[in-house]
C-alpha cells in the first residue's frame, strides 16, 4: 500500500473495547538508525506481552535486524527517508500512526525517539495511558518570532493564526484522535505547503502541525501538555536541548536521585486532579548513556534485574 491506502484502510479500522479483549499500547519509535538503549527498553517491555506493540520507522536503506529473541525483531514498519525539519517528519508520524491503527487492540499510541527512555516500570506507564480519555500533544500560543511570527498568512481561512499553535514533536493520543489525524488531509496538505523551514520559510512542521490541528479538531480532548521530559535549561533560543552521555562527567549524573527529580519534580493535572507524576518518559539519551541507565533500571522500573 501507499501511504494514501494505508492511511485509508487505517481511519476504517474500529477499536476493539469488547469485555476480555486487553487494550495495547502502541509505541512508535521513530529512529534514524538503530536503537542503540534497546537492551533498556527490552527490559522495561519484559514480562508485560500482551499489554503493547511496538513500530520501529527507520531509514529504508538500514539493514540491521535484532535478534529474534527481541522484542524489536520483525517490527520495522515500510517507511521512507526524514529530515529534521521537513514534512517528511510528520508523514513518518502519521505512518506509523496508521500501521498502529491496523491492530484494533491498540488503544494508544506514544511517539518516541532513539533517545528517549522511560522513567518508570511498564505497568505504572500503561495504567497511566490507559485509564485516561486524554491526548498528550503539547500546544501551546507563543508569539515572536519562534511562535506566531512563523505563521504564514495563506494558511487563512483554514487555519486562524489564533489557532496556530506550538508544541513538542514527542506526542501521546487516544484512538480516536489518532484515527483523526491519518484522515486528515485538508490541514496536513496546508502545513506542507506553508509551514517550511529555511531557505524558504521559518516554520517547522514537526512542531505546529499536531499542536495546531489537536487545537483547530480535538480541543477538549487534549491535555495540551507533553509526558516526555526534555532538559531546556540554560539552553539558547533556538539551540537543542541538553544531551545526556555526551560527556564522562554524566555518568556521575546519571543517577536515579537525579531521575527520580525529573519524575516527581513538576506538577499537572491528571484527570482533573493535581499530581506529580507528568512525565513518563525522557530524551535525549545517547548511546554512551546506556550503561548508567541499565544501572539505575532495577530502582526505576521495580525490578530485580
Not at 484512538?175 to 517547522?204: E, Q, S, W
Not at 512542521?205 to 479538531?217: N, R
Not at 506529580?276 to 548511546?287: I, V
Request: aromatic share 14%.
Amino acid at each position: 500500500m501507499n501511504d494514501q491506502e494505508l492511511f485509508l484502510k487505517a481511519s476504517t479500522v474500529q477499536g476493539n473495547k469488547r469485555a476480555g479483549i486487553v487494550p495495547k499500547v502502541a509505541f512508535m519509535f521513530l529512529v534514524k538508525g538503530g536503537l542503540p538503549l534497546a537492551p533498556l527498553w527490552e527490559r522495561f517491555f519484559k514480562g508485560h506481552e500482551g499489554f503493547y506493540s511496538i513500530y520501529l520507522h527507520q531509514h529504508p536503506s538500514f539493514n540491521h535486524t535484532f535478534p529474534p529473541r527481541s522484542v524489536f525483531f520483525g517490527r520495522k514498519v515500510p517507511s521512507k527517508p526524514t529530515s529534521w525539519g521537513m514534512s517528511s517528519i510528520i508523514d513518518a508520524e502519521r505512518r506509523l500512526l496508521a500501521d498502529a491503527l491496523l491492530d484494533p487492540s491498540n488503544q494508544r499510541f506514544v511517539l518516541l525517539s532513539e533517545s528517549c527512555v522511560p522513567l518508570f516500570g511498564f505497568k505504572p506507564i500503561y495504567d497511566y495511558l490507559i485509564n485516561t480519555n486524554l491526548s498528550f500533544i503539547e500546544s501551546y500560543d507563543m508569539s515572536g518570532r519562534q511562535g506566531t511570527g512563523r505563521y504564514h498568512p495563506k494558511m487563512w481561512p483554514i487555519v486562524n493564526i489564533t489557532n496556530f499553535r506550538k508544541g513538542s514533536q514527542w506526542f501521546e493520543v487516544n484512538r480516536d484522535l489518532a484515527i483523526h489525524i491519518v484522515k486528515d488531509t485538508m490541514y496536513v496538505n496546508l502545513f506542507k505547503k506553508y509551514c517550511v523551514p529555511l531557505p524558504h520559510g521559518i516554520c517547522f512542521c514537526d512542531e505546529h502541525y499536531l499542536p495546531t490541528l489537536s487545537e483547530v479538531l480535538h480541543y477538549t480532548m487534549n491535555a495540551k501538555r507533553r509526558i516526555t521530559w526534555v532538559d531546556w535549561s540554560s539552553i539558547p533560543e533556538g539551540a537543542h536541548p541538553r544531551e545526556f552521555g555526551s560527556s564522562s562527567d554524566d555518568d556521575k549524573i546519571i543517577t536515579y536521585e537525579f531521575l527520580n527529580k525529573v519524575r516527581f519534580g513538576s506538577k499537572c493535572v491528571y484527570n482533573g486532579n493535581t499530581t506529580n507524576m507528568c512525565f513518563l518518559f525522557a530524551r535525549k539519551f545517547l548511546p554512551t548513556a546506556l550503561e548508567p541507565l541499565l544501572r539505575v533500571s532495577p530502582l526505576l522500573f521495580g525490578i530485580n534485574a
